[in-house]
């Protein structure tokens, strides 16, 4: 069975917006505007310079769009949203209407330290093994993770597959001989409440002291984080990055993807660190950096 969905429940999902058109109109699918069908919810991005055609182009029903597209010769067959942000309402519209909920539930293939501590209304999927750690409330841990000793994971956490989190550094030292002996690591890792963590990222425990993500921070698939790392509230680790050991990353920084920063070195609030840059030096608050080694981007 297709469930409809009004304009009244579409619209309690967020802010402030107008309707204009058609208010019968209903969804049953949320699309590309440039794949939508009858019945679908799409949006359009008020930077567009084709936005007026699109709007006047899309089989979809319902638009979530800004106040510069003009809705005169609306359709009316259609219905548009008007709000400050189409994205961010977008996302919120589908977040509520069409993504599943993850019900609370430990799988019983999970392996769990008797030791561990387990909020409420956690997920933990098959095959997870987590050892002597504490887990927040409404926290998500999909399967064929590993959640080692001493990690504090807080609430409102999703943690994708096969993620593994508390696991030894990269850490040396060579006497005379020339043969390695490892550093300790005996530290542990924080992990802050609303963290998202993507599918098959590494994050390491403290040699001495611990790793610690902020709260809000979104880390996508295949990143690695070295011991002793901080990474300061809502601050963006996009794939394939590598974070070097007791490396300080602020507030609302964005890493692009394939980036690499050495260790010990602070990188200021509101960067930007661009796509495949070798980070070998700290950065100042508000500036853009690329290139490799990476260097100040100068807006001409």
Same mark, same amino acid.
């Given at each position: /069975?297709?469930?409809?969905?009004?304009?009244?429940?579409?619209?309690?999902?967020?802010?402030?917006?107008? =309707?204009?058109?058609?208010? *019968?109109?209903?969804?049953?699918?949320?699309?590309? &505007?440039?794949?939508?069908?009858?019945?679908?919810?799409?949006?359009?991005?008020?930077?567009?310079?084709?936005?007026?055609?699109? !709007?006047?182009?899309?089989?979809?029903?319902?638009?979530?769009?800004?106040?510069?597209?003009?809705?005169?010769?609306?359709?009316? +067959?259609?219905?548009?949203?008007?709000?400050?942000?189409? @994205?961010?309402?977008?996302?919120?519209?589908?977040?509520? !209407?069409? =993504?599943?909920?993850?019900?609370?539930?430990?799988?019983?293939?999970?392996?769990? %330290?008797?030791?561990?501590?387990?909020?409420?209304?956690?997920?933990?999927?098959?095959?997870?093994?987590?050892?002597? +750690? &504490?887990?927040?409330?409404?926290?998500?841990?999909?399967?064929?993770?590993?959640?080692? %000793?001493?990690?504090?994971?807080?609430?409102?956490?999703?943690?994708?597959?096969? =993620?593994?989190?508390?696991?030894?550094?990269?850490?040396?030292?060579?006497?005379?001989?020339?043969?390695? $002996?490892?550093?300790?690591?005996?530290?542990?890792?924080?992990? $802050? *409440?609303?963290? %998202?963590?993507?599918?098959?990222?590494?994050?390491? @425990?403290?040699?001495?002291?611990?790793? #610690?993500?902020?709260?809000?921070?979104?880390?996508?698939?295949?990143?690695?984080?070295?011991?002793?790392?901080?990474?300061?509230?809502?601050?963006?680790?996009?794939?394939?990055?590598?974070?070097?050991?007791?490396?300080?990353?602020? $507030?609302?920084? #964005?890493?692009?993807?394939?980036?690499?920063?050495?260790?010990?070195?602070?990188?200021?609030?509101?960067?930007?660190?661009?796509?495949?840059?070798?980070?070998?030096?700290?950065?100042?608050?508000?500036?853009?950096? /690329?290139?490799?080694?990476?260097?100040?981007? $100068?807006?001409?």
């Amino acid at each position: /069975m297709i469930t409809k969905f009004s304009i009244d429940q579409i619209t309690s999902f967020i802010g402030a917006y107008n =309707v204009v058109g058609n208010k *019968d109109c209903f969804i049953t699918n949320a699309r590309n &505007i440039s794949e939508a069908k009858k019945n679908s919810l799409v949006w359009i991005s008020p930077v567009k310079l084709n936005k007026q055609a699109l !709007l006047d182009q899309t089989k979809g029903t319902v638009i979530i769009c800004d106040r510069s597209i003009d809705t005169t010769n609306l359709k009316k +067959s259609k219905c548009c949203i008007i709000v400050d942000d189409p @994205k961010l309402e977008f996302l919120r519209i589908v977040n509520g !209407l069409f =993504v599943p909920k993850t019900e609370p539930y430990i799988h019983p293939a999970a392996i769990i %330290d008797a030791d561990a501590k387990i909020g409420l209304h956690v997920y933990i999927g098959p095959y997870t093994v987590i050892g002597k +750690s &504490i887990i927040g409330n409404n926290t998500i841990i999909e399967s064929n993770c590993r959640i080692h %000793d001493n990690v504090i994971v807080g609430n409102n956490v999703n943690i994708q597959s096969g =993620v593994v989190i508390g696991a030894a550094g990269f850490g040396y030292s060579r006497k005379p001989n020339g043969v390695s $002996e490892r550093f300790p690591h005996i530290g542990g890792v924080v992990i $802050e *409440d609303h963290v %998202d963590i993507g599918a098959n990222t590494c994050i390491d @425990k403290g040699s001495l002291g611990n790793t #610690w993500i902020k709260k809000g921070v979104k880390i996508d698939n295949l990143v690695h984080i070295a011991h002793n790392v901080i990474i300061e509230e809502d601050a963006f680790i996009i794939a394939h990055a590598m974070i070097g050991g007791s490396t300080t990353i602020g $507030e609302k920084v #964005w890493i692009a993807p394939t980036a690499a920063l050495r260790d010990n070195i602070f990188i200021g609030k509101n960067v930007i660190v661009g796509l495949g840059a070798v980070v070998t030096k700290s950065i100042p608050d508000d500036e853009v950096w /690329m290139g490799n080694p990476a260097k100040k981007f $100068e807006r001409k």
